[in-house]
Every structure is written in C-alpha cells, then in structure tokens.
C-alpha cells in the first residue's frame, strides 16, 4: 500500500491562517510585527528561499524588509547593520540568511543577532534555552517538523526517532525537540555503521543531510514515518530531497514530499516566531 502524502503546503496554510488573526488583531492595538532579512550575495537558491520568506510575510500581514548586499560586503559592515536592526523599532526579528560568503564568519554573525530578535532561533542563548526546555525562539525547521507530526495525528511519545545528519541548523536541534516530546532518539552521521540497520528501527525517520536521494527502500522499516528536510537543487533546477521518495513511498505509512513537505513549514515557523517577537515587543511597550 502506497504511503500517505503529507501535505505540508496545507498543513502551512493552516498556521497561516491563525498567525494571519493574531497579526491582525495586533494591529488593531496598533503594533505590527516586522522581519528584516539580510541577503549577502547573488545565490539563486538563497534568492529564491528569500522570496518564499517575503510572500510569507505579506499573506499574514507582517511588515518584511529584504535587505540585498553584495558578496564583497566586509564583515564589520554587517555586524553594524545587524546592531542597527536590534536597535530598529520596527524590526522585531533578524534572519541572516545562511551560508554567508566565506570571509564572513556566520558565528560572529549569529553571536550579533539580538537574542530577542533572534527568529531562526541560532543564537547561543536560545539554543540553550531549548536544549532545557526553557522558553526560546525554536529554530524553524525542526519546529515544522514537530508541528507537522503532531497535526497529522501520529503520536511521538515513546516512539523510535531516527534522524540522519548532525547539523546545528537541523540535525541536532530536531533531535532535542524530539527528545523533548518523549521520543527515543537516536543521531546518524556520516561515520555511522551500519546505517540502514538503525534507520530501519524508526518509528518517525527524519532526514537532513543535503545529499539527493541517499535513502532508499533498504533504509526504511514498514509503516515508518519518513521526513524529508533535504532541498537539492539538481542540474536542471528541479528541487529533491535526501530520501528516494517514488521507492519509500510504497512502504512508509507517511512521507513528506520536496517540494512541499518540510520547505513551507519551515517559513511558516519563521513567522510564527516574528509574531511572538512582535508580541513581546507589544507588551514591553504597554508595560
Ligand atoms: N538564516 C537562515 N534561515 C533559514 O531558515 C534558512 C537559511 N538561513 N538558509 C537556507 C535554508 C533553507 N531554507 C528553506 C526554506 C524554505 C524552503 C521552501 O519553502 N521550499 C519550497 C520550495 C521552494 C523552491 O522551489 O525554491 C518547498 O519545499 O516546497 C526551502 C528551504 C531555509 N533556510
């Protein structure tokens, strides 16, 4: 039996739907939540990711400022602009979209970012403050993920989450929130052995390691959950996944599909976290 599609462009417009009634209801208090993003160079992807971020901001009502710099952009010029927006009013969430050029160091950048206004959720202060389950920006991807199983009504509590890839922007935070829903959790990386014999034990599979279609059927364990986080361009600009969707789709009893499946949940909990931003930022103001 084929697996159920998850339909995370629907499953996004739903959480759209809500955020767009608390922004507006913000702005009749007279606030609007605001979100700058800063784009350094001429990327197509990046260009393309930052559009999506743009369009998301107008259908819910946020303010958004796309701020386009060249490669050639020193560092301490960003790091000034980035001080500047944690002073800005308007703003109330700084997204730099990743990867900068590489004589920028995106740690300086990150460690820049007001943690109040950090709606990626990559600063130290919020990372740790989710590692212990404290209140924080989550990163947005990770938080998709979770939102979008919960809503599909597949329970996590108890379950076996494997999630293959380890990096900060993914890989471990998902791995934590997961752990924080009660899932037993276990971390795939490259020097893992004997891959296939531990992502076949999952429950809820999630797959964030940026290379096109390295899962296949062998990997997956009947009636698994498979996420798919992977966005690779190929040749040709058609966008794929980590995970061979037409051969796991067959024995998954879920599966996300690239596009639509993680990509729209995760800009849709870049807005989610702005709204927050602005809320907070309401009600300092008030106080
Ligand atoms: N500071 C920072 N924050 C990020 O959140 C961040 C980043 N840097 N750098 C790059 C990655 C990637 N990312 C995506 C967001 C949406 C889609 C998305 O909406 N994808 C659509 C398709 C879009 C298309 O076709 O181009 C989909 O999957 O349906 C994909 C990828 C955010 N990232």
């Known amino acids: 039996m084929s697996a159920i599609v998850i339909d995370g462009k629907q ?153 293959v890839g380890r990096s900060n922007i993914v890989g471990k935070p998902v791995s934590m929130l997961m752990l924080q829903e009660n899932a037993t959790v276990s971390i795939c990386h490259s020097k893992t052995e004997n891959l296939a014999g531990i992502t076949k034990q999952a429950d809820i599979l999630i797959v964030a390691v940026g290379r096109a279609k390295m899962i296949g059927a062998e990997h997956v364990k009947p009636g698994a959950v498979v996420i798919d986080v992977g966005v690779n361009r190929l040749e040709g600009k058609k966008l794929v996944g980590d995970v061979r969707f037409d051969e796991v789709k067959e024995i998954a009893s879920h599966i996300t599909p690239v596009p639509g499946g993680v990509g729209p949940m995760t800009i849709t909990m870049l807005l989610k976290n702005t709204l927050e931003a602005g809320k907070r930022a309401a009600k300092a103001k008030v106080l």
């Open 11 to 163: 499953i996004a417009r739903d959480i759209r739907e809500e955020i767009k009634n608390e922004v507006a209801e913000l702005q009749q208090q007279g606030f609007r939540p605001g979100l700058a993003v800063i784009l350094v160079g001429e990327d197509p992807g990046s260009q393309s990711y930052v559009k999506g971020k743009e369009k998301g901001c107008e259908e819910v009502g946020i303010y958004s400022r796309v701020i386009r710099k060249p490669d050639t952009i020193s560092q301490a010029e960003l790091l000034e602009m980035i001080e500047e927006l944690n002073a800005d009013e308007q703003i109330h969430g700084i997204l730099v979209q990743l990867p900068l050029p590489s004589h920028i160091s995106e740690q300086a950048v990150i460690d820049t970012i007001s943690p109040l206004k950090d709606v990626d959720g990559f600063t130290p202060i919020n990372i740790g403050n989710m590692l212990i389950g404290a209140e924080c920006f989550l990163p947005c991807t990770p938080h998709g993920i979770v939102e979008m199983v919960k809503r599909i009504g597949v329970p996590i509590a108890g379950k076996q989450v494997v999630v």
